[in-house]
């Protein structure tokens, strides 16, 4: 009997994880998951096709942070309609000591070109350093779960070890000058409750209430997110410039 006993604890024991593992995540362990992160990277691919070539662009954005290290990173490439690169936008920290900023704007010729390198201390103190990364590179993770808390969620089938959930979100805003509308519609893969892939079809409407103009936009994002940190080789540089 004994024997039987301790057996079948063991089982449990040892299976305890796979059955946990199996089970489908609910949104609020999701969201918890989400919130306990340390270190990630994305990287994303954006078009947005508006009314007039100037608002219409794709995008290429990669970044993460590591908190542990106190370190993160961001870039941007975005790209006008003739596939020309128009613009780079680039931000990190490193060492826990530095902060990097860079912006360059071209069309056919240079019509903008900062680079800021500043000691971190002279930017956030020391004890709000982890809040001041996460506020730069955490963005993402925050979007989505602003999306996963505040729009409507549901499972729609799973895809090997990932649950695929389906998320609508809306938000309409007004001030003074501007309607603001917007809806999102997109599919969410997750694994071990943390999302590893995205497809966020987004519509937005902007109404000038004084002239009555509205304009429509509409952004089709794709991303994937990996809970490891790799330093990109244009930081990779900038490290080994200033140490």
Known sequence: MKQSL???LITLILFSGC?????????????RAMEEVNEYQYEFHSANIGITESETFTQIMKGGMNLKRREGFEEIMTYNFDGE??????????????????????????LENITEENPLEAIVSSENITTFIEDHFAWPLHTLSLFLKNGSVELIEKDGNLYVFRVEYSKER????????GNLTGIIWVNDALPVRFSLNITTITINLHSNITKRATSVVRGNITYSYLIPEWLLRIRKRSS
């Open 6 to 8: 301790f057996v079948a």
């Open 19 to 31: 059955l946990t593992f199996e089970r489908v995540p609910s949104i609020e362990e999701v969201l």
């Open 85 to 110: 690169l128009i613009e780079i936008y680039r931000a990190a920290v490193f060492d826990g000591r530095y902060y990097h900023y860079q912006l360059r704007k071209n069309k056919g010729e240079i």
């Open 174 to 181: 007004q001030g003074k000058y501007y309607e603001y509308i």
